[in-house]
């Protein structure tokens, strides 16, 4: 099926007219700023941020092999979601697919932007049903919600499943990989070129350790980019957080692969274990910095954990997850501890 970009814009954004301010007008730098109404005594943050992120898009475009035209970074890929409804729904007549379950922030994103919701359910394994997707689609459906790996299953999506959505969707398929850095799979973004409708989302919260600093990133077409340009708020990404992505980027990189090795190999000796105590039904398989993992009477648990000062992500009332706590790789002590109370509370 060809894909038609401006055909799938809400009207009121592809005629949108974007905010400009005075030094979008020129380029370089000029020597007195008096176009802003700053204050002029500096303190290292009196000036607005660089509203295009430029340095730190440069950063990001080499890490991840695509252009710079490709990328839009916003406050958290929450932002990017939001913006996502906000570029392609018509409130109140479009819908969107999501997978279900997945992470919550979508059926949020739509909720506030009244977009109707149409789940489709995973298969037992948490894999995509490509049938029971397809027979949802109709011609004011806007947006497919992926997520790979799943947040709460763990797993990786079949990425010929993904190919075959896209294929075959008039609109945009998301794929959210807020995980991906916790995988062997080959990211999505190797599949901006060929797809058109392919939007990927990652993050710097999850592996690379700055969740405090929001930072999350849409990478697509350049003209779908634009698009996030016109939407955004002007200053959407701060200056500190500008500088601490790029001082991570530019000089933490070998200390992150260092803790994703180790959170990976934490997260299968964590498996393991838990694997050995007897009310464990199943630890699913996670290609994330989480276990889903069903146990009997995992609400118990779940408040007897919270009692001794641990907190996990309860996830049994949730759709396929029945009976399933979602537990985050932590520190190997903070993961000795886990296994040690769960032991406590199960003997
Ligand atoms: N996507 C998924 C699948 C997530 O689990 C999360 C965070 N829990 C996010 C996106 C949000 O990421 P950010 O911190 O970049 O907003």
Known sequence: MTFNLNKIVSPNILSLAPYRCARD??????EIYLDANENPFDNGLNRYPDPYQTELKKEIASL?????????LGNGSDEAIDLLFRIFCIPGKDNYIAITPSYGMYEVCGN?????RRAAL??????IDLPQINSQIDSNTKLIFLCSPNNPSGNILDVNAVQALANNFHGVVVIDEAYIDFSF?????TLLEKYPNIVVLQTLSKAWGLAAIRLGMAMASKDIITLFNKVKYPYNVNLLTQEKALEYLKEKKEMVSQQIAEIISERE?????LSTIPAVIKVFPSEANFLLVKMDEAENIYSTLLKKGTVVRNRSKVILCEGCLRITIGTPIENQKIIEQLTEIIA
Not at 25 to 30: C, D, K, T
Not at 185 to 189: K, L
């Open 64 to 72: 991840k092999n695509i252009s710079e035209e490709s990328i839009f």
């Open 269 to 273: 000796r964590v498996k393991e274990l």
């Open 25 to 30: 007008e020129f380029e370089g730098s000029a």
């Open 112 to 116: 506030v932007n009244n977009v109707e």
């Open 122 to 127: 995973l298969t037992d394994n948490f894999e």
């Open 185 to 189: 799979s080959e990211s999505a973004t």
